[in-house]
């Protein structure tokens, strides 16, 4: 990074257009097309989503990314804003439904107009935002409750800013074209009322704009097709600059959503006057074709002309006729069987020249949404492209394709549609991919069509087909239109336009008005056209980074205005196109979430779709819907995505997640408004958890790298300064963390199981007789609950020190033993043998979690009845069975060996209380109780002054000394663990 480069940034004003994020930060995107500046939350106080902006960078992060302040607001988009209307503690606000504007919207009580609370309404800001203050606005249009039918449509509408009501002027003027087809307007053109032109389009479709026929002809010296694409002839209603055009021109396209299509046009013309329907008379532009029986096109011709529809077919009930001739529903049918078949014959031919140019054909899954009558989801199907389907397909590409040359041969200027081939990165990446996967083969440098095919061909038998066919349909670019030619990069045409569309699409009716003029030998000319506007200039950053050198020879200086204009056209229609697109799968989304919420819980089979740096994208078999599996839902490994691979993989347990792989797993949130649907991955066993045969320090150290893994793995997936495309698909689950809990809860209960299994056996071993034992099995329990605290560092455990020093109180001690004792018969007790002193046992420390492990050489002799008692255990003298002189004075204790090797050696369990050894003089039975009492006085009077060893061991001390001969008094020291 140069600091002389960030320096001058710094100091410079970027200009771009702010993106609000659901998080509350949000990202300003530069005009200029450089990285995007990141707005912190407290930037985001003073701007909305959209909002256009002048930013200063601040500063760079770790990673470069650079960080910046908002200078100045430059404008602020009139667009409203579609959210709830709320109250909440006496203040009447609007909650945005677009989750990215971050603020909620203050209402005046006088400006509530009719809306109720939890109404959802449209609002126009009043007062913009500020750093202390939030927007202000007033309610605008209330569009009814949010569980009304069709709702989601009104709110997509006025989201994405789809035109969706027609101008009076437009409506007046479509009232007043005729209902039928007059004398006057079949002047001049070829009458084709006796050719049985039939429409083949789905069950739901209510506007016919192609019909076709088909019919074998001599073609040169060979055999042949001649087949006829006629096309509603739109331009002879929708005439240059009028009102309807205005309109059409502002949609640019249709939007089609569930249960509900926004026309371009008005319905007059869309459903009515332009649309192919059966057994009326309709005027037309009609693209006459010569097919060789190799597909090619021999020749073409354009004219304009009148039909008569001779039946409406549907793609299902022409693929029943064509499997079979003999079928009821070719019994039905049986005077059009004939013309069904010759078109089928005419497509098997259009395919061989399809296979032969290498034109890309990915075999996609599209779904189909059914709803019942109040716009509920009854069940989600999949569309199956069978040959009808493929038939029009490639009937309506030979229209095209003719259009396209016919255009650029005489020279107009008309919208073409242009696919580019990969860009460089793309490339990169799929060459990168190819060969992680060994498939063997891969693309050259200036990559064809064919090369794309083949090695489609060559992988479709493969197990990871799908995986391969995904990552080759998403290195194409996006097509668009423009007046510069330069191909068709995945159909394989040299040039390529739209006609056969011109109710739903603008493009194609530029291009039925350009052919027209030429056909009459006039040169068509674009009207004043409104000008660009964000979305435009949206699509125009967006081309900007992959213009090519045009193919055509440049134009006279004379055009370059003209050409200017179609750009600008091109433009527009592009983007428009975007949108709607937005727009339906927004609605779609929408949909799927709600049907999804009365399935939570439920475990259903899907397959990755995509893989990104925070999860894994899962779509359902059975529901063909789409789901995130955050990455913090993976367990508790560290998983890092693999670019080249597009995969995830896990760095301890190697479990990798790519595209098309199969998984399990269960709906665990449905969130409505943000349009997002999470799962959580099912599986046998956790994944992640430590070992139980790996050894201590292994088992720690792996547990601090888990930790550390999962809150990288976390901030990764939840920073908001990744890339654009992460934060679109980013998601946040509420219950994002809860795997790490549960197995963090599994490391402590497998150390806490191991603690108390030695702990105990240490207790066990190191207790004899009654209050012996006792010790032994508290000092278990003392060490279990002590492991925590020294897991601290050596503050904490001189703190644990203290707080049992207190806590001890000695004089209870001896007198709940001593009432114990006295409830029992006396034994007489025998002359114990001198016992040898017993060699300490040395007991492995084990290592506490999140601490450094020690050198696995150094080991501690821990004393067991060096560790206090947990609860207070009585002290009294043994009964002896004769009476013995008195006892000498007692003389002072000397520490045993023991605790003296326990501190140099076990420094971290450290005694807690001064040993009192045993007295060397002699004892009597009758005078021992009272030497217990004073050596029990001196023993409180030192622990109130400085630290002591264990109390257990003053209680073995002076019930040995009591219970021993007076003639021999054998020295035990205290036995260790």
């Not at 990915?362 to 493929?390: L, M, S, W, Y």
Request: contains cysteine; positive net charge.
């Amino acid at each position: 990074m140069n600091p002389r480069a960030n320096a001058a940034d710094m100091n410079e004003e970027i200009l771009g257009t702010v993106q609000g994020h659901r998080d509350g930060h949000g990202f300003v995107i530069r005009d200029d097309g450089e990285r995007d500046i990141y707005l912190p939350p407290n930037e985001m106080r003073a701007v909305l989503h959209k909002d256009r902006v002048q930013v200063r960078i601040a500063r760079y992060d770790h990673r470069g990314r650079p960080e910046g302040r908002v200078a100045e607001i430059v404008e602020r988009p009139e667009q409203p804003i579609i959210g709830r209307f709320l109250q909440e503690s006496g203040v009447w606000l609007v909650a945005p439904e677009d989750k990215r504007y971050g603020q909620d919207i203050l209402s005046p009580a006088n400006a509530t107009g009719s809306a109720t609370v939890g109404q959802v309404v449209v609002v126009e800001l009043t007062e913009a935002p500020a750093l202390f203050g939030q927007p202000v606005g007033r309610i605008v249009e209330v569009l009814g409750e949010v569980d009304d039918p069709g709702m989601e449509i009104e709110i997509a509408v006025r989201k994405y800013g789809v035109p969706h009501i027609f101008s009076q002027a437009c409506l007046e003027q479509a009232k007043a074209l005729p209902e039928t087809v007059r004398a006057v307007d079949c002047k001049n053109r070829i009458d084709l009322t006796d050719i049985p032109l039939v429409t083949i389009d789905g069950e739901d479709a209510r506007d016919f704009d192609d019909a076709v026929y088909c019919e074998p002809a001599k073609v040169g010296r060979g055999k042949g097709w001649r087949l006829l694409v006629a096309i509603a002839d739109v331009s002879h209603y929708v005439t240059t600059g009028s009102d309807i055009d205005i309109d059409a021109y502002d949609r640019a396209t249709s939007v089609y959503f569930p249960r509900r299509v926004i026309p371009m046009l008005p319905e007059k013309l869309s459903n009515g006057l332009c649309s192919l329907n059966p057994d009326v008379d309709r005027l037309c532009m009609v693209c006459d074709m010569l097919i060789t029986a190799k597909g090619e096109i021999h020749a073409y011709q354009f004219y304009p002309a009148v039909m008569h529809s001779h039946a409406r077919f549907t793609y299902t009930e022409v693929a029943a006729i064509l499997a079979n001739t003999r079928g009821p529903e070719a019994a039905k049918r049986k005077d059009r069987v004939q013309d069904l078949l010759n078109l089928h014959g005419v497509y098997q031919a259009l395919l061989k020249s399809r296979e032969e140019r290498g034109a890309v054909d990915f075999e996609t899954t599209e779904t189909q949404i059914v709803c019942d009558d109040n716009g509920r989801i009854e069940k989600i199907v999949p569309r199956t492209r069978n040959e009808a389907h493929k038939l029009i397909e490639e009937a309506m590409l030979a229209a095209n394709v003719c259009s396209a040359d016919f255009i650029e041969q005489s020279g107009q200027l008309g919208l073409f549609r242009v696919h580019d081939k990969p860009s460089p990165e793309k490339q990169d990446i799929l060459r990168g991919y190819l060969k992680a996967m060994a498939v063997g083969m891969s693309i050259s440098d200036n990559p064809t069509t064919k090369e794309f095919q083949l090695i489609a061909a060559a992988t479709k038998d493969r197990p990871d087909a799908q995986q391969i066919h995904t990552m080759l349909l998403r290195s194409m670019m996006q097509a668009f239109y423009t007046p510069e030619n330069s191909g068709h990069f995945g159909l394989a045409f040299e040039a390529y336009t739209h006609f056969t569309s011109p109710i739903r699409r603008y493009p194609d009716l530029l291009v039925h008005r350009v052919i027209k003029a030429e056909l009459n030998g006039t040169h068509y000319k674009l009207p004043a056209l409104p000008e660009p506007g964000e979305a435009e200039a949206k699509m125009a950053k967006r081309l900007a980074s992959r213009v090519v050198a045009p193919s055509q020879k440049p134009r006279k200086r004379a055009a370059a205005k003209e050409v200017q204009a179609w750009e600008a056209a091109g433009l527009h229609c592009s983007a428009n196109e975007r949108r709607a697109d937005e727009a339906s799968r927004d609605v779609e989304a929408w949909l799927k979430c709600k049907y999804m919420r009365e399935h939570l819980g439920e475990e259903f089979a899907g397959t990755v779709s995509s893989v990104t740096t925070f999860g894994i994208f899962v779509t359902l078999d059975a529901m063909y819907v789409e789901g995130l599996v955050h990455i913090t839902e993976l367990g508790g490994d560290y998983f890092r995505f693999d670019e080249t691979r597009q995969e995830l993989r896990g760095e301890r347990s190697g479990i990798r997640y790519g595209i098309g792989a199969r998984v399990q797993v269960q709906v665990s949130r449905v969130d409505l408004d943000g349009r997002r649907i999470d799962f959580r991955l099912v599986r046998d066993g956790e994944d992640g958890l430590p070992s139980q045969n790996r050894g201590k320090s292994e088992g720690r150290g792996d547990a601090r790298k888990s930790g550390r893994d999962d809150s990288r793995s976390r901030r990764e997936g939840r920073d908001g300064r990744d890339s654009r495309e992460s934060r679109e698909l980013r998601a946040e689950p509420a219950h994002s963390d809860k795997w790490n809990r549960r197995d963090a809860k599994a490391n402590r209960a497998q150390r806490n199981a191991a603690g108390n299994t030695a702990a105990n056996a240490a207790g066990g071993a190191a207790g004899h007789g009654g209050a012996s034992a006792n010790a032994g099995a508290n000092a278990g329990a003392y060490m279990n609950n002590a492991a925590p605290e020294q897991r601290h560092g050596k503050q904490s455990r001189k703190a644990a020190k203290k707080a049992m020093l207190k806590s001890v109180n000695l004089a209870a001690l001896e007198a709940e033993y001593a009432k114990k004792l006295a409830s029992t018969p006396a034994v007489p007790a025998p002359a114990p043998a001198p016992v040898p002193a017993p060699a300490p046992v040395v007991v492995e420390q084990a290592a506490a979690p999140g601490k450094k492990a020690r050198k696995s050489g150094r080991k501690s002799a821990v004393p067991a009845l060096l560790l206090p008692p947990v609860e207070p255990q009585p002290v009294v003298a043994a009964p002896a069975a004769k009476a013995a002189p008195a006892a000498e004075p007692v003389a002072a204790p000397a520490k045993p060996a023991a605790a003296k090797r326990s501190k140099a050696v076990a420094k971290p369990t450290k005694p807690v209380t001064k040993p009192v050894t045993k007295p060397e003089a002699k004892a009597a039975p009758k005078t021992a109780a009272k030497v217990t009492k004073k050596v029990a006085a001196k023993t409180v009077a030192k622990t109130a002054d400085k630290a002591a060893e264990t109390v257990v061991d003053k209680v073995e001390a002076q019930t040995e000394a009591k219970s021993a001969k007076p003639a021999k008094v054998t020295k035990r020291k205290p036995r260790a663990v």
